[in-house]
């Protein structure tokens, strides 16, 4: 290298890092503040300077997302559905609404994508955290060069907290153990405060909680009154007046993502019966009335048509009086849900308002983070995990529920045909990402200060993933290029504020891929092709039947047709053929091949790193509780034994000795009466008990029970022996065993935590002995 190449090289180097100096990059965290004051020889002569707190920009203004789950386009009233929605009324009269708004179709790809302002798939998170694989776009762990909006926010200024669903933390990461980086309040995410629950969803009456990274108790019982969604409005309200108490000047970002509406539809009394009648006429003929309400609202064009009723869905009128009985229940009770919620949410706006922040608070209202779910399958469920686990109860299982749906003693859902009427005036329902259905939620913008217009509607194409640097250029804060150390990958959002005072702007949004489950979408330049592939939304069970090789592809002109009514590919074949090959660049820039249609066969904890992975026997020692069922080893369809090394006093010892589960699924070994007892809950429609004839003797012992399933297969019998001490003193059978999942509650040694797998006992029943060691084995 010559001298003067030499000289040329060092001056580029020199310069580009001038230019970092200079700012260039944008970089978190901010520079240690120089020390401006005087340091003498005492401090007589010297003057002090303490390091400043990072300041947000002025006027930057509070930020609250609340995030409803699973709910349609045509539910809420606000956007012409029939449930009552008071608050989100009141904030779309003085703020505006979005017709337009989109999200991913599933429930932890579109929190990811919210929070990150990244495409699902660019952050791992193409599908929910429970069915994640081995290839970039679907392992669940969200990388760290996507920093989320919370830790921007903080960075620079914000205190920041979430309440509630959170779901974006890989399964077998929520232990003890951790690792802690992508739960809440990790360095992936940036929340200084956390309280709710983990997984997808949680019941409403017994919730498994957590605050920050530790399991904690809910604060009361139903019977006294619990409910979970009023439980963390309590909390929620509780930060902002301590945040406000201690640095009234500091912007603070709310994060409020309810368990609600998602299943389990628990809904409390008042609420579930004020919509009793409501829903007589049947799915069919709400679809017709909702569709007429918004056209009247305003809130779809006029020229919209009603798409029709998929033929997979069953007619109204096709019903027997028992199922519309049934069917009408459960939609009142799932209506009353809505309600419920949405004057929870109005619980907190008004505690904001009593602190004098409201007009600077930038308010987000997305109602749904997918359309409604038709996951209950065509009858709809009192028991949402069984449903989950592929087994419908039938009309008959229903029935014998009836007069406790909504309550503490089911779990919920309404029938898929009531989830495609709830997304009215689109076609299908959650999961669907190639259809609006699926992806198209009311979304409600507040923000006093700097919105002029109000109660006005926009319709420009945006997507959750635009809401991010809609909040950085309305706080003025620059995107970071570097976040600790981590170089970032660019966010891939579209600001909208441009659209808060510019009713009639052209949307800056111009291309946005759709996928899930290998339903697929391309919107680009007011046009979108669309297939759906494969097997059903409320089909969560069975192998992949779709073949993607002859995946047929519809073609609409969303600018003339809003609810995706004319199909024009047949028309316009070359347009079809554009859009099927921008999706494809779209997909390999952003992780989304390969493409998996895989459903049940994807809930296989083996796809996924496990600590436990290889092992056939583990042994636990004392106060060990809390356990997510990912990380203990398998007991589904396998033979399997617990074995617990106990010390009993002269009192005898009472209690739960080992529990996974709850009053949703699961089993239990535990002593009742001073005899070992074994418990197996199968959805709460099928119940086995196996008792010792002979009580645990005082002093140490040795207590086992054995479960071998009679046939290999998912769900078979179960033959069940109890030994004391290496003698067998009971044995029976369990007729029927849960074939992948229990329940969302956890593993416990000594206790059983949340709600009671047995009807023997009131949780928490800790064994009043002493377990020495507690080993589970499997074959």
Same mark, same amino acid.
């Given at each position: ?8 090289? *060092? ?32 401090? @007589? ?44 009324? @009141? ?77 974006? #933390? ?11 980086? &992508? ?45 979970? #969604? ?30 609600? *509406? ?9 609420? &579930? ?127 014998? @529920? ?42 409600? %913008? ?17 997507? *959750? ?28 959002? %579209? ?10 702007? @052209? ?50 002109? *969303? ?145 086992? %029970? ?44 000594? &206790? ?28």
């Amino acid at each position: 290298m010559t001298r003067r190449r030499l000289t040329a090289v *060092i001056f580029l180097a020199m310069a580009a890092m001038l230019a970092r100096t200079a700012g260039a990059v944008e970089a978190l965290p901010k520079p240690e503040p120089r020390f401006n004051g005087v340091i003498g020889e005492t401090y @007589k002569d010297s003057k002090p300077d303490f390091p400043k707190q990072i300041q947000a920009p002025k006027g930057a203004p509070n930020v609250l997302i609340v995030l409803l789950d699973d709910v349609g386009f045509g539910h809420a009233g606000t956007f012409g559905g029939a449930v009552a929605t008071p608050t989100l009324d @009141k904030l779309a009269k003085d703020g505006l609404r979005y017709n337009q708004f989109h999200t991913t179709a599933l429930c932890s790809p579109t929190r990811a994508a919210l929070l990150t302002g990244r495409n699902h798939h660019s952050v791992a998170t193409g599908v929910i955290i429970e069915m994640g694989t081995g290839f970039p776009g679907y392992t669940g762990i969200v990388p760290n060069a996507t920093a989320g909006l919370p830790e921007i926010l903080r960075q620079n200024g914000y205190a920041a907290a979430a309440f509630g669903k959170w779901h974006n #933390t890989p399964d077998n990461e929520i232990s003890p153990a951790g690792p802690f980086d &992508r739960w809440p309040t990790g360095k992936t995410w940036g929340f200084e405060y956390f309280y709710g629950f983990m997984n997808g969803e949680t019941h409403q009456y017994y919730p498994v909680l957590y605050r920050n990274t530790t399991p904690v108790a809910q604060p009361k019982t139903p019977e006294q009154g619990y409910h979970l #969604t009023e439980d963390l409005v309590d909390n929620a309200i509780g930060w902002l007046n301590q945040v406000n108490a201690t640095n009234p000047k500091k912007p603070w970002f709310l994060y409020f993502s309810t368990g609600a *509406i998602h299943a389990p539809h628990h809904t409390p009394p008042a609420y &579930r019966e004020k919509y009793k009648g409501k829903f007589d006429a049947g799915w069919d003929k709400y679809r017709e009335e909702t569709f007429q309400r918004q056209k009247q609202l305003g809130v779809i064009p006029a020229n919209t048509k009603l798409t029709p009723r998929p033929k997979e869905l069953p007619a109204w009128d096709e019903q027997s009086d028992n199922a519309k009985r049934v069917y009408r229940r459960l939609m009142e009770n799932y209506s009353g849900f809505l309600e419920h919620t949405d004057v929870q949410v109005g619980r907190l706006l008004a505690a904001i308002e009593k602190a004098g922040e409201l007009d600077n608070t930038l308010i987000f209202y997305i109602v749904g983070d997918n359309g409604a779910s038709g996951e209950g399958g065509l009858e709809g469920t009192v028991n949402e995990v069984a449903s989950l686990n592929g087994l419908q109860l039938g009309l008959a299982g229903l029935e014998a @529920k009836f007069d406790e749906i909504g309550g503490p003693e089911t779990e919920p859902h309404v029938p898929a045909a009531w989830a495609w009427a709830a997304d009215t005036p689109f076609q299908w329902t959650k999961q669907v990402a190639s259809h609006f259905g699926g992806t198209r939620n009311g979304l409600v %913008v507040h923000w006093p200060k700097a919105i002029k217009a109000k109660g006005e509607l926009r319709a420009q194409f945006h997507h *959750i993933i635009d809401v991010v640097p809609t909040v950085l250029e309305a706080a003025h804060i620059a995107t970071p290029d570097v976040v600790n150390g981590v170089q970032q990958k660019p966010i891939e959002g %579209v600001s909208f504020l441009y659209s808060f005072d510019a009713k009639n702007a @052209k949307s800056r949004r111009t291309t946005q891929y759709f996928e899930m489950l290998g339903n697929r979408g391309i919107y680009k330049d007011g046009w979108m092709a669309t297939t759906r592939h494969g097997r059903l939304p409320w089909q969560t069970s069975g192998a992949a039947t779709g073949d993607f090789d002859n995946d047929r592809w519809e073609l609409y002109n *969303i600018e003339e047709d809003f609810s995706q009514a004319d199909d024009l590919a047949a028309k316009y074949p070359e347009k079809v053929k554009a859009l099927k090959a921008a999706f494809l660049v779209e997909a390999k820039k952003y992780n989304v091949l390969p493409l998996d249609d895989r459903m049940s066969e994807r809930f296989d904890a083996a796809l996924r790193p496990n600590p436990l992975a290889g092992l056939k026997k583990f042994a636990y020692g004392p106060g060990v509780t809390g356990i997510s069922e990912s990380a203990v080893l398998n007991t589904h369809d396998v033979p399997f034994a617990v074995t617990a090394d106990v010390l009993v006093g002269e009192d005898g010892a009472d209690g739960v000795l080992a529990a996974i589960g709850g009053v949703t699924s699961g089993w239990s070994f535990y002593v009742k009466d001073g005899k070992p007892t074994f418990y197996y809950n199968f959805f709460d429609v099928d119940h086995a008990k196996v008792q010792s004839s002979e009580p645990l003797p005082k002093g140490k012992s040795s207590v086992r %029970v054995e479960v071998a399933p009679t046939e290999p297969g998912p769900g078979k019998p179960a033959n069940v022996k109890i030994l004391v001490n290496g003698k067998e003193t009971a044995h029976g059978v369990v007729g029927k065993t849960v074939p992948f999942r229990y329940s969302v509650e956890p593993f416990d040694i000594g &206790r059983d935590t949340v709600s009671a797998v047995s009807t023997d006992y009131k949780t928490p029943f800790p064994f009043q002995g002493q377990i020495e060691q507690l080993t589970v084995e499997t074959r």
